[in-house]
């Protein structure tokens, strides 16, 4: 019977199929990070429960850790401290891996996952982490859980799941220039709405796909759980596997020859069916942001704000009213006339060597606007390294861009660090709900190259329009 990719990794980590419909299944990885990965040891051992196979758990410090050069433990959530410090004690003795702030491996969950080979294609991994799909760019059937998911797969490795239905997202042609997969996301849920995901797991194919680079496919998967998809997932080909193959706890020897064979057939089979399938024309997506307090809320880059007058749902209507009212919005307003406060650079979403390259082609030869607040945070010390053997960290600061530590950083307000109550950011993260980096701060969310471009405008800009000066 032709099987999709999703079927494939599924039916082989199946257990048992249980009374009520839903499913046994087997985890082959579990990472956690100090803001909930403590939490999840803790209650894990007052439970009297141990890890059942400790070598298979791994934890790392990203969420709440100061990013600052010259940090320690500390963090700008009070409190904060006392999480990483449980996380590292907890871990030893729990007997995980765990990769402390200093360790050269540190760096953002699912980046230090990718990194290192703990996500091989074909693997199951969950992480207390909602982005945790962005190892599917690997072809890992990746997702978030909660902390008492957390414990369980810890103790059993096992999880009881609903088996969700699937999707097929089909983009085809070649991504006009300046355009990337954040664009491409974004363009996506947009088009379709926040929700237009919910209850799938999506796998990401056609000439697009294949022709982006893993950097960019992580992003895609990424951004599926702003989809409000279950998990996503990209087919590995050999782009994958030369990556994978020399990642640190990647097979090696005969078990690399056995796992190549099993990575090949990781596919979907023609004739496979899927319960949805979108399409999208590569040459219909142009750079494009956020205007409001949804990713949904997408538009071009030269689009404008939307008239609620002209939604004719009362829901939506009311929905983009309260949004336009947060973002201090009138309808019509041109994105592009937006004068902005702070830009980031950073988190799981676009902070991989590709995006920082993009953003600092951009930057190169130009300064950042007078009164913007620029922020650079690659997302972990292995690409911070590698970033700096180029010299991009010196475009960045040329231009007045901090230049930051790894971690989830200005991603989230919820580790302490806003930018400024009612400052308009543009960002390339994943999230720009109310509050999200600060008290009443406005997020529109971008690629790298349009953040660079709009830093150097103080508004946003079309990175299209922007070019190294001499």
Not at 207 to 219: D, H, M, W
Request: proline share 5%; with cysteine.
């Amino acid at each position: 019977m032709e099987q999709t990719l999703f079927d494939k990794i599924w039916n082989d980590h199946q257990v048992a199929e249980l009374d009520d419909g839903s499913f046994l299944v087997y985890i082959d990885r579990v990472f956690l990070h100090e803001r909930t990965g403590s939490v999840a040891l803790s209650s894990l051992a007052e439970s009297g429960r141990a890890v059942r196979n400790p070598a298979q758990v791994f934890g790392t410090v990203d969420h709440i850790i100061d990013t600052t050069p010259g940090r320690s433990d500390r963090t700008r959530m009070p409190g904060g401290e006392a999480f990483v410090r449980a996380m590292r004690e907890l871990s030893r003795q729990a007997g995980i891996r765990f990769i402390d702030i200093h360790d050269r491996r540190q760096g953002i969950s699912h980046l230090v996952s990718a990194e290192q080979g703990i996500a091989l294609p074909g693997l199951t991994l969950v992480c207390p982490d909602s982005h945790t799909c962005t190892l599917g760019a690997l072809g890992t059937l990746a997702w978030g859980i909660g902390s008492s998911e957390c414990e369980h797969a810890m103790a059993t490795e096992t999880l009881r799941l609903k088996k969700p239905g699937q999707m097929q997202v089909r983009c085809d042609g070649e991504l006009p220039a300046g355009v990337t997969a954040k664009d491409l996301a974004l363009h996506l849920i947009g088009r379709h709405s926040a929700a237009g995901g919910r209850g799938f797991a999506i796998e990401f194919c056609g000439s697009t796909v294949e022709r982006l680079p893993l950097a960019g496919r992580a992003t895609l998967c990424n951004m599926a759980v702003e989809f409000s998809a279950f998990t996503a997932l990209v087919a590995p080909d050999e782009k994958t596997l030369a990556y994978v193959e020399q990642r640190p706890l990647a097979p090696a020897g005969d078990q690399l020859a056995s796992a190549r064979q099993y990575w090949e057939r990781l596919h979907t089979d023609p004739g496979a069916r899927f319960d949805l399938q979108l399409t999208i024309d590569a040459a219909d997506v142009a750079p494009t942001v956020t205007w409001g307090t949804s990713p949904q809320h997408a538009v071009a880059v030269d689009g404008r704000v939307p008239d609620p007058r002209h939604i004719a749902d009362e829901q939506e209507r009311r929905t983009t009213e309260l949004a336009m009212a947060y973002m201090d919005l009138a309808p019509g307003t041109a994105v592009r006339d937006l004068a902005i406060d702070g830009a980031f650079i950073g988190s799981c979403t676009n902070s991989r060597l590709p995006d920082l390259r993009a953003a600092a082609a951009v930057l190169d030869g130009n300064r950042v606007a007078d009164g913007i607040t620029a922020i650079c945070v690659p997302g972990s010390s292995a690409i911070k390294r590698e970033a700096e053997a180029e010299g991009l960290d010196e475009v960045f600061r040329a231009a007045g861009f901090e230049w930051r530590e790894s971690g989830c950083s200005l991603c989230f307000y919820a580790g302490g660090e806003g930018f400024p109550t009612g400052a308009r950011v543009i960002s390339s993260t994943n999230r720009n709900f109310e509050g999200r980096q600060g008290r009443g701060v406005r997020t529109h969310l971008a690629s790298p190259a349009t953040v660079a471009a709009s830093a150097i405008a103080g508004r946003i800009a079309d990175c299209r329009e922007t070019t190294a000066r001499p």
